[in-house]
């Protein structure tokens, strides 16, 4: 038997991943590359200069060594900071509710029909864009809104409220509005997979309710629970669009800086911001996956 010839299954299965392998390197490592590149380049007000610098990562941590006269921290540090804040209270959210809604579908709905139709009606806001979506929230939430409106109604408030809109309330609302439903599904995935023998043997333990959803769903839903979490952080971190409409372009983000950033045509600049975006992505993905192996999910 000539043992230097490759196996036939083995050719077979790289003829099968080389399509995809093709698509992940043209669209994913390639443009990702070009991003590192470009973060290395010079720059001024009329062109790009292709020669190696680390200028444009310096000036974005310049004043980051020490405290301002008032105690604040460099813009750099504040931005991330305040974008880190946004993930955490919208992962926090929509980790809830998304657990609440996956468990109402997945152990309460007993119909296979109603448990479809259900979960086509948490899809319905993905029917319409985002922005429509955003802009929906501010004849509620406007000082002239129905929401205000109808406090002052009731007597509850004297005046408008003016932190219902253009406010970290808003834009927390906007994203938990929009980005729920990538929490709801991988958890309900998970669920649907729990085999209902363990339920049933949990409960002839004499395990109460609560006991049996923490010591045996969520210990199994752990993989939905993390591929939920990594949708909710890499789209939020990266989001500019709802931070500036719904808190009315005056609340920084990374990706709103990254975004003025291209706007002025400082593409090394947005580059190197962008880099040191996707480690810190990177960074909180790669924890998560420590936590379970997502693998057994996909």
């Known amino acids: 038997m000539n043992l230097s010839r490759p196996d036939a299954n083995t050719v077979a299965a790289w003829w099968q991943a080389a399509p995809f392998a ?34 444009n990562y310096l000036s974005i941590f310049e004043g980051c060594s020490q405290l301002t006269d008032n105690g604040d921290l460099c813009v750099t540090l504040s931005t991330y900071l305040s974008t880190l804040k946004f993930c955490l209270l919208v992962w926090a959210i929509t980790l809830a509710l998304g657990f609440t809604v996956a468990y109402f579908l997945a152990f309460h709905v007993r119909s296979s029909t109603v448990q479809t139709a259900l979960f086509v009606l948490c899809t319905v806001p993905f029917w319409t864009s985002n922005v429509i979506r955003m802009i929906s929230w501010v004849p509620l939430l406007g000082r002239n809104g129905l929401v205000n409106q109808g406090l002052m109604s009731v007597g509850l408030v004297n005046e408008p409220v003016e932190w219902l809109l253009f406010s970290d309330f808003s834009v927390v609302l906007a994203f938990v509005h929009l980005y729920t439903m990538f929490m709801i599904v991988p958890i309900f995935n998970s669920m649907m997979r729990i085999d209902r023998s363990l339920l049933e043997a949990a409960s002839d333990a004499g395990a109460s309710g609560w006991q049996t959803l923490w010591n045996v769903i969520v210990p199994l839903c752990k993989s939905g629970i993390v591929i939920g979490s990594i949708f909710i952080i890499t789209i939020v971190m990266g989001d500019f669009v709802t931070i500036g409409v719904m808190g009315g372009q005056q609340i920084a983000s990374v990706g709103k800086i990254i975004q003025v950033q291209t706007s002025y045509l400082q593409f090394p600049l947005a580059a190197a911001n962008a880099v040191i975006l996707l480690a810190v992505v990177l960074m909180i993905i790669w924890a998560l996956t420590r936590m379970v192996d997502i693998r057994k999910e996909l």
């Open 22 to 55: 093709l698509v992940f390197l043209l669209f994913f490592l390639v443009p990702l590359g070009l991003i590192a590149m470009v973060s290395l380049w010079n720059f001024n007000e009329y062109e790009l200069i292709p020669a190696l610098t680390l200028r």
